[in-house]
């Protein structure tokens, strides 16, 4: 294993239709914003609108560098239909290196 060092995140959101969920996966990966992504079925329940709701959503976690979190975040609410969008971010502690190294690659820009 391999330290990070605080260079990588794994950015998360949640959709409520998995076509979305997919479709916002691919436009992330492909703007090179992230250099993967999980789309996967959850169940979520939480406070909203005066109560509690318990509800199907679909997870997307984003594999990306730190230095695009903030690019990615307005990405992800540009494009979302929620009217407040989950984004939060988990720093990558250790991983393989050389998956490490392609999450690199994959986002690096120009």
């Known amino acids: 294993m391999a330290t990070n060092n605080g260079e990588l995140l794994v950015v998360t959101t949640t959709h409520d239709d998995e076509a ?12 090179r914003l992230a250099a993967c992504a999980q ?3 959850i169940q979520s329940v939480y406070w909203w609108d005066g109560e509690v709701q318990d509800a199907a959503e679909w997870r997307i976690d984003f594999k990306t560098r730190t230095e695009l979190a903030d690019t990615l975040a307005e990405f992800i609410g540009e494009r979302h239909e929620y009217d407040t ?3 939060v971010a988990v ?12 999450v690199r690659a994959e986002t690096a820009q120009g």
Do not use: F, I, Q
């Open 39 to 41: 789309v996967y079925r």
């Open 20 to 31: 979305k969920a997919r479709t916002l996966a691919a436009d992330v990966v492909r703007a």
């Open 91 to 102: 720093p990558v502690v250790a991983g393989s290196a050389a998956y490490l190294e392609w």
């Open 85 to 87: 969008p989950e984004v």
